[in-house]
């Protein structure tokens, strides 16, 4: 299995909603990641999780809430989004974290389309 | 900060033809780097590595350089098919991550 699943494709959800994003993969990685893709911009690293710990946060607000229950399992939990928090959230992850200058390459999912209105 | 550019948004061949995309960075030379293929609402998909010492890396049609002097990457595909049209994005190496380009849009017309 080289897949990393998310769900749901699709959400719609208002400011004031509390939702969560899944992220799943069996290929014994050890690394999982956050990124935000805004439409024809890159994907932003948001977090990076090390061995189910959390290892790299960047400045994300606190309405983005992560988390590792284990080693295939990461979750995106949101509260209290803007607008502009719209966007496809892509899960990754690569074998083992990158120790300085990364060779790893990262297996994406499919990402979330999520709107907030 | 370490920046990567890829300075076309698009880029139109037509069919048979090879397609060539642009990678620069700024500052040191990253330990390596990597390019991408994404597809509208999918997420990207990796799909070659290179390292500063290496001048060059082959995968069937597709093929990656690395020029230090230039502070560049060149990204070929050649026999270039319907198929191949997508975004291609490249990734320089940091600690514990990836930074990416914004993209280069490639479409192939038959």
């Known amino acids: 299995d080289t897949e990393v699943t998310q769900t749901p494709k699709h959400l719609v959800m208002g400011m004031t909603n509390k939702k969560s994003l899944k992220c799943e993969q069996h290929?014994?990685?050890?690394?999982m990641y956050w990124y935000k893709q805004k439409a024809k911009k890159p994907p932003e690293l948001m977090f990076v999780?090390?061995?189910?710990?959390?290892?790299i946060n960047e400045s994300v607000p606190s309405r983005f809430s992560p988390e590792c229950p284990n080693s295939s399992l990461l979750n995106l939990h949101l509260h209290a989004l803007q607008p502009e928090d719209s966007a496809l959230y892509l899960c990754a992850s690569s074998q083992v974290p990158g120790q300085g200058a990364t060779n790893e390459k990262l297996f994406f999912g499919s990402g979330t389309q999520l709107s907030v209105l | 900060s370490q920046k990567i550019e890829q300075n076309s948004e698009a880029l139109n061949i037509q069919e048979g033809k090879t397609a060539t995309l642009t990678c620069n960075y700024t500052n040191y030379s990253p330990a390596y780097l990597q390019w991408y293929r994404q597809d509208p609402g999918r997420g990207p998909v990796f799909l070659l590595l290179?390292?500063?010492?290496?001048k060059e890396k082959r995968k069937e049609r597709l093929k990656v350089t690395f020029d230090t002097t230039l502070k560049q990457s060149l990204f070929h595909i050649t026999a270039s098919q319907p198929a191949d049209s997508a975004t291609y994005l490249c990734?320089?190496?940091?600690?514990?991550?990836?930074?990416f380009g914004k993209g280069t849009m490639l479409l192939v017309s038959p």
């Open positions: 990734a320089r190496s940091g600690y514990s991550t990836l930074t």
């Open positions: 290179i390292r500063e010492n290496e």
């Open positions: 290929m014994g990685h050890r690394a």
């Open positions: 999780y090390s061995y189910e710990k959390l290892s």
